[in-house]
C-alpha cells in the first residue's frame, strides 16, 4: 500500500532556532499533501495543504511565515518551523492522497518538537 | 463551527465486547467518511472508510453504519482486544484529494 515517509520522528531545539521536517511518498506520486499539528490528546488540526509546485494554502490562524512548506517534486514535501518558540511545541504530521489508489488517505509517522 | 461532532470521548470496554463510536457531520457535500486508528506517538492509520451510497461495511471486526438521512455515521468494534486500546478519529471529505474534516476523537480502552 501506499507509505509516506516522514522524518525526524523526534527533534528538540532551541527557542529561535529552525527546524525542517520532512515527508516522503515512498510509491506514489503525491500532487497533494496536507500538513496537521497535533496537540495531546485533542484532533489534528489541518494547518495547510501544499501543491506540487505551486505555493501552499493555509487554514485561517496559520502564520505562513512562520510555518513554511515546500512541495517542490511529486514525492517531497517539506515543514519548516522558523523562529521556534515553546509554543510551536507539538505533534506534527502529514498526509497525502495516492490517487490511483481512490479516496485513502494516508498519514506519515509523526514528527514529535520540542522547542527548550 | 465544528463540522464533524464524535462521541464519545473517552470508552472502557470488557475484552469481547463491542466498541460503538458514533458521528456526526453537518455539510451534505460531504462524501467520503473514513475512520481512522492512532496509537500514541504514531500518525493515524485507516481502518475502514465508507462512501454515501452504501449503509454499511464491514472489514473484520470494524463495521462502519451510515445514515445518510440523519448524517450520522458510527463505527463498531466487535469482539474488542486490548490491542484495540487507541484513540479512533472519524472523518469527512468532499470528493477526492480535498482536506480531511476530523472529529474530536475517541479514546478507547480494553480491558483484559
Known amino acids: 500500500g501506499a507509505v509516506v515517509s516522514q522524518h525526524p520522528s523526534r527533534v528538540i531545539c532551541k527557542s529561535g532556532t529552525s527546524v525542517k521536517i520532512e515527508c516522503r511518498s515512498l510509491?506514489?506520486?503525491?500532487?497533494?499533501m496536507f500538513w496537521y499539528r497535533q496537540f495531546p490528546k485533542q484532533s489534528l488540526m489541518l494547518m495547510a495543504t501544499?501543491?506540487?509546485?505551486?505555493?501552499?494554502?493555509?487554514e485561517q490562524g496559520v502564520e505562513k511565515d512562520k510555518f513554511l512548506i515546500n512541495h517542490a517534486s511529486l514525492t517531497l514535501s517539506t515543514l519548516t518551523v522558523t523562529s521556534a518558540h515553546p509554543e510551536d511545541s507539538s505533534f506534527y504530521i502529514c498526509?497525502?492522497?495516492?490517487?490511483?489508489?481512490?479516496?485513502?488517505?494516508?498519514f506519515g509517522s509523526g514528527t514529535r518538537l520540542t522547542v527548550v | 463551527q465544528q463540522q464533524v461532532k464524535q462521541s464519545p470521548q473517552s470508552l472502557i470496554v470488557q475484552k469481547g465486547g463491542i466498541s460503538i463510536i458514533n458521528c456526526a457531520y453537518e455539510?451534505?457535500?460531504?462524501?467520503?467518511f473514513p475512520w481512522y486508528q492512532q496509537f500514541p506517538g504514531k500518525g493515524p492509520a485507516l481502518l475502514i472508510a465508507?462512501?454515501?451510497?452504501?449503509s454499511e461495511k464491514k472489514e473484520g471486526r470494524f463495521t462502519i453504519s451510515f445514515n445518510k438521512s440523519a448524517k450520522q455515521f458510527s463505527l463498531h468494534i466487535m469482539d474488542s482486544q486490548p490491542g484495540d486500546s487507541a484513540t479512533y478519529f472519524c472523518?469527512?471529505?468532499?470528493?477526492?484529494?480535498?482536506?480531511?474534516?476530523f472529529g474530536g476523537g475517541t479514546r478507547v480502552l480494553v480491558k483484559p
Open positions: 498526509s497525502a492522497r495516492d490517487a490511483g489508489a481512490g479516496y485513502g488517505y494516508t
Open positions: 510509491d506514489f506520486q503525491a500532487t497533494t
Open positions: 501544499s501543491n506540487e509546485g505551486s505555493k501552499a494554502t493555509y
Open positions: 455539510n451534505t457535500a460531504f462524501d467520503y
Open positions: 465508507i462512501r454515501p451510497d452504501v
Open positions: 472523518a469527512a471529505s468532499k470528493a477526492a484529494g480535498n482536506k480531511l474534516t
